[in-house]
């Protein structure tokens, strides 16, 4: 059972410079399923990602991912990460890193370093567990970038090596505008749960400007 607890608790086992190597930076360095609090609106969804993380190994094995769908802010990023901390913890190695990031290496880098393009491009397609967050954020007008979208995930296919995916994007928004071939095969190697709850993002109090 997914246990909830205070998001402040510190998590313990993983060296800064190994989440830091794995994408996960300061923002997420504690979270873990031992951290967060989840709300009634996603436990279910939360449940279901809990026991994903407990058979990691398995599915990883498997090549089984998970697409995380739905509006901003119900903490399918949260999730994500803390799949990827489960499966690091358990001596397993991954990346997690934005779409939009992605498309921004793969850019910048091919010009200042082909070598360093290179690796970065492997490691994409090699690492044992990939985490992509917000497909869909990247800018898709530039022509080599959907074609590089589809080149990653049909290689991690062919390998039989699995992605986590969260997007604001519905089926069909996918759908029309991702290669059909491309969302077939997430959707043969992928659990799709879709997230309907509100934004748990709360605004920040000018109280404290005001000195209140």
Partial sequence: MLKQSSPTKQVVGIKDRELERAGIFERFKNVSFQTITVDSDIRENAEMIYRYAQNIDKYVAEGKGLILAGSYGTMKTTLAVCVLRKFIEQGGSGLFIPMCSIMDNLYSMRARSLEEWGRFEMRLRETKLLVIDDLGGEDVSAPWVLPKVNSIITERYNRKKPVIITTNMTKDELFDTYSGRIIDRLKSTNFYIVFN?????????????KGE
């Fill in 197 to 209: 709850a509100k934004s748990k993002r709360k605004g920040l109090s000018l109280n404290e400007l």
